[in-house]
């Protein structure tokens, strides 16, 4: 036995599919590596940049769906007879789990914990990295549920960039 090599047909193809997207992947990865393709190249606004970017989207594709995959890719293998219906009615179901998850977390998300502010903290802070801008990490900081003021955020601030300050730009 060889393992996967020897199973379902359908399997083979994956494996094959999954090789290639890893290829595709990790190429558009090292072409947007400035050591190898040089500062001009890998500026987001060139012409060659965005059509890397689109490649790795692409290339993408099958990792960031590899649950409906499988998903669809079951029945093929397990069903014997109506595997198009059988497939038809796993995405089906597929698809409405992950509306109704999706549902019951936006609206009871925070009961659950979810932290909707989070997504803007995260901006902020890229924000203060592309800005060098220090007001805008310190009220990422301050937006924190754990940090009970703006004066105990900017003290906290203060201490990672003293403690980090060769990883940070100078901070305007």
């Known amino acids: 036995m060889n393992g996967f090599t020897d199973g379902h047909p359908l399997y083979r193809k994956l494996l094959r599919q999954l090789f290639f997207a890893g290829i595709v992947v990790g190429l558009a990865i090292l072409l947007q590596n400035p050591m190898f393709v040089g500062e001009s190249l890998t500026d987001p606004n060139s012409l060659f940049a965005q059509i890397v970017h689109i490649i790795e989207e692409g290339g993408w594709t099958v990792f960031r769906n ?10 093929i293998g397990l069903a014997k007879q109506a595997q198009g219906r059988a497939c038809l009615a796993v ?3 597929f698809l409405t789990w992950n509306y109704f998850i999706n549902a019951m977390g936006m609206t009871w998300g925070s009961y659950f914990g979810v932290d ?21 990490l310190w009220q ?3 937006l924190s549920k754990t940090v009970p003021s703006a004066s105990v955020a900017k003290a906290i601030l203060d201490e990672l960039l003293e403690a980090n300050k060769a990883y940070w730009p100078e901070l305007r």
């Open 140 to 142: 990422a900081i301050t």
């Open 116 to 136: 909707f502010t989070q997504d803007a903290v995260e901006k902020l802070v890229v924000d203060a990295w592309e800005q060098r801008s220090y007001q805008h």
């Open 91 to 93: 995405m089906v179901s």
């Open 66 to 75: 590899m649950p409906m995959i499988f998903a669809v890719g079951l029945p």
